[in-house]
């Protein structure tokens, strides 16, 4: 019996947490994107709805909605926006319908990195996208030294087993 | 981060669960590991995908294959799990593959 309410209440907090879809508070293993807007805690004015357009190319020639698919898509409340995706393309442009009828295109602006932190400022005819300080905009070399203490640290733990496994297999 | 742990922890712990069940193995020595191996892989692909965030998919795929066989390797090394190499690699299999198949709908 206690068993099978452990069972339960781990299905209740899974699932709890798979329909706090509207809170998307913390970050996942899925790339993310949140767009924190300027000027709308007034309350006077607020977001509609929004379209997140992917690019490959710099100018944005190729521009196209960021599909919805699963949990992909951007979704928006009235003070602020957050993109999910399994992987999104290098380059941006935020699309946004505000309350009061007009709807303003960003600049063009770059994935930053994993969860990337953009903030958004309201001009009278468009938007301004810049991006906040976020781990994927390291210097390269601070990239490339991450990802070394990475590669040492799997290497070790492999090369751990390995021994563990030998001495294991020669007591027997 | 902490949020998908606690998920991955909470599924493959079901996992574990039922296999302790079925194949009457022992139960708390399959869930520690499975949690401690979870805290261990789920940094490791943590760090990777936020290395190479341009490549999420690829990153996630070949992370994904070295986490299975990691933890495999784990469930097979600690004795008290009494596993055979078979039984390692089909047990985390079958917890990472749910773990990914319930995370890839997952808003997180």
């Known amino acids: ?172 | 981060m902490i949020r998908t742990l606690a998920v991955t922890i909470i599924l493959e712990g079901m996992i574990g669960f039922a296999y302790a069940r079925w194949r009457e193995k022992p139960l708390i020595p399959l869930l520690v590991t499975s949690a401690v191996a979870n805290l261990i892989t789920q940094s490791l692909l943590w760090v990777a995908l936020n290395v190479f965030f341009r490549h999420y998919l690829v990153t996630l795929w070949i992370a994904e294959l070295t986490l299975w066989m990691m933890e495999a390797v784990l469930f097979f090394s600690l004795r008290w799990n009494r596993l055979g190499i078979r039984d390692a690699f089909f047990l985390s299999l079958a917890a990472n593959l749910f773990s990914f198949g319930v995370g890839w709908w997952l808003p997180i």
């Open chain 1, 1 to 172: 019996m206690r068993k099978i309410k452990i069972l339960f209440w781990s299905f209740a907090f899974v699932f709890s947490i798979f329909s706090a879809q509207t809170t998307l508070a913390d970050t996942g293993p899925k790339p993310s994107m949140e767009f924190e807007f300027e000027g709308l805690q007034d309350g006077e004015l607020t977001i509609v709805s929004g379209i997140l357009y992917e690019c490959s190319q710099s100018d944005c020639s190729d521009a196209s909605p960021l599909e919805e698919l699963g949990p992909q898509g951007l979704y928006c409340e009235a003070t602020s926006c957050r993109a999910i995706g399994y992987g999104f393309a290098p380059y941006h442009i935020l699309e946004i319908e505000f309350s009061d009828g007009t709807t303003r295109r960003s600049n063009i602006f770059e994935t930053a990195g994993f969860d990337s932190k953009y903030t958004v400022m309201i001009q009278p005819d468009d938007l301004l996208v810049e991006t906040q300080f976020n781990l994927g905009i390291l210097p390269r070399t601070g990239t490339i030294i991450v990802a070394c203490i990475c590669a040492l640290i799997l290497g070790a733990a492999i090369l751990g087993l390995i021994i563990f496994l030998t001495r294991r297999s020669k007591k027997a």
